[in-house]
T-cell receptor
């Protein structure tokens, strides 16, 4: 149980375009999902907390107009990187928290490359 | 602010041996959870074990066990009979308290199991 999927696993886009990443909880309802960014050989950096039916809460220093987060249902959250630039290239990971406990279950990640 | 410190950036051990990864943290809360996550080369984050701070008994999951010292704010992970598949980055993490959904991650320990 507690499986989280993420799509796509890899994406290459051109500078200035937008790209959407989907995160789905497959076998449980996730009222809260999280989006992280991970640079090579570093720890996870929380970007935002996504609650179903409400606006996402962004961490300090994360541009909310650049990283649009939508949590439209209890099983789906999306991250859209708008007007992507090469410095946005990174590994993006989502997670979902189970309703009754505090651990987070993670998606397999999306490697974004902006050319 | 909650902080998590992993003082061992890299470790290596022979297959079948036992290894202990250290983690210290700082919090003003009395009730909280602690987690160890594993990130193998696939980069999929996997929950290894969790500990509830109000429980005195150390958590155990098969070959994985923790040494939780609440007063010292120490939460180490012991891997017994290490296997090649244990090669991964290991992150210690915890939410601020029962009501805080965000996880604070340590910087990670890169563990290599040598055949």
């Amino acid at each position: 149980g507690a499986v989280v999927s993420q799509h796509p696993s890899r994406v290459i886009c051109k500078s200035g375009t937008s790209v959407k990443i989907e995160c789905r909880s497959l076998d449980f309802q996730a009222t809260t999902m999280f989006w992280y960014r991970q640079f090579p050989k570093q720890s996870l950096m929380l970007m935002a907390t996504s609650n179903e039916g409400s606006k996402a809460t962004y961490e300090q220093g994360v541009e909310k107009d650049k990283f649009l987060i939508n949590h439209a249902s209890l099983t789906l959250s999306t991250l859209t990187v708008t007007s992507a630039h090469p410095e946005d290239s990174s590994f993006y990971i989502c997670s979902a928290r189970t309703p009754l406990t505090y651990e987070q279950y993670f998606g397999p990640g999306t490697r974004l490359t902006v050319t | 602010a909650q902080t998590v410190t992993q003082s061992q950036p890299e470790m290596s051990v022979q297959e079948a041996e036992t290894v202990t990864l250290s983690c210290t943290y700082d919090t003003s809360e009395s009730n909280y959870y602690l987690f160890w996550y594993k990130q193998p080369p696939s980069r999929q984050m996997i929950l290894v074990i969790r500990q509830e701070a109000y429980k005195q008994q150390n958590a155990t999951e098969n070959r994985f066990s923790v040494n939780f010292q609440k007063a010292a704010k120490s939460f180490s992970l012991k891997i017994s009979d290490s296997q090649l598949g244990d090669t991964a980055m290991y992150f210690c993490a915890f939410p601020a308290n029962f009501g805080n959904e965000k996880l604070t991650f340590g910087t990670g320990t890169r563990l290599t199991i040598i055949p």
